[in-house]
């Protein structure tokens, strides 16, 4: 089976196809993530003190605080971006972008 048909890397676990540098490639970056997730986890508990949670609550998170210096510093960007002479390349990054 070719590595053109993988999907998702479905076809590491057929019998004979499991390498382990495709494995790492293909299921690193989860692998990675919950490492990360569990260190930074017991950091806060076993050195911050704090206690246990999954994830911060939607109520917790402060989406108000500073958003008149966020929307000046947006529209000073998009003032300096406007002043400039784009490339059609620059343009169609922009647009997908």
Do not use: N
Not at 10 to 31: E, K, N, Q, S, V
Not at 40 to 56: L, M, N
């Amino acid at each position: 089976m070719g590595r053109a048909d993988a999907i998702s890397g479905y076809w590491l676990m057929l019998p004979g196809a499991f390498r382990g540098p495709d494995f790492i490639f293909t299921y690193g970056a989860g692998l990675i993530f919950v490492a990360l997730y569990i260190v930074f986890k017991g950091y806060e508990v076993i050195v911050k003190k704090q206690p246990f949670r999954w994830c911060v609550p939607a109520k917790e998170i402060d989406l108000h605080s500073d958003l008149e210096y966020v929307e000046a510093l947006t529209a000073a960007s998009d003032a300096q971006r406007a002043s400039h002479k784009r490339s059609a390349g620059k343009k169609l990054s922009d647009f997908i972008f």
